[in-house]
């Protein structure tokens, strides 16, 4: 398998530029997390059938190796699941323990992860420090998935915004499970599937228009479509 690292870069500078935000950013993170739940959010499935093919699920298999909190990540795979759902894809997350369950030892977690299933780490931070500023996550290809809890807070701080953060980290989740979809070099120059997120990307995100572009939600569908086909009987 090939990894690829440094996959969405951050121009910080930018960010540091005070701009007025959009009406959501005078919320506090714990009404924004309240109102998660008030739209019916759902755990630990993220179920968008008004939107997406209930039969193109892929399952996410999520360890949460960070400071993150049930509640921000709850948040964050929720918004994670509505941009998947947006390009017509349906997401139900698995929480796994970090410690395996002597009642079940050979839960879905402890499996090598099916052709429909993806496998999410939540790290805490770039362990390279020449990527401390500029790496939101990586992906190794076909199933594994990565990203820096401590990033998307960090581009939060630096909007004065850290309630921002599980809305950031969905957007970013979303950007790393697109590269497992639709392959190598697939940046884009619009949507969220861009390398590099300035001032524009971000009140995109809080705003919920940060998406993936027609074109790309038809490839990922597709590719959906061939893993679904793979997936053993």
Known sequence: MKSRIGDLNLATAEFRRRKPRPLLSWLSFGAVVGLVGIIG????ETALA????????????VDNYSQASPAVLAAAEHEAGRILG?????????ECSMVPSAAEPQGPC???PEATEIRLRILPAPIQNKFQDTVFGFTVH???????????VRLAKSDDAEFEAPIILGCV????IGHLLLGPNSHSVAGIMQRQWERKQVDQAMTGTLLFMPEQSKLMRAQAQTRIGLQKP
Do not use: C, M, N
Request: net charge negative; charged share 15%; no cysteine.
């Open 110 to 112: 402890q499996k090598a």
């Open 142 to 152: 076909p199933v594994l998935a990565s990203v820096y809890y401590a990033s998307a």
């Open 86 to 94: 947006e390009a017509g894809l349906r997401a139900v997350w698995l």
């Open 41 to 44: 959010f759902k755990f630990p």
């Open 50 to 61: 008004d939107v997406a093919d209930p039969g193109l699920t892929i399952t996410v298999q």
């Open 173 to 176: 989740i979303a950007h790393e």
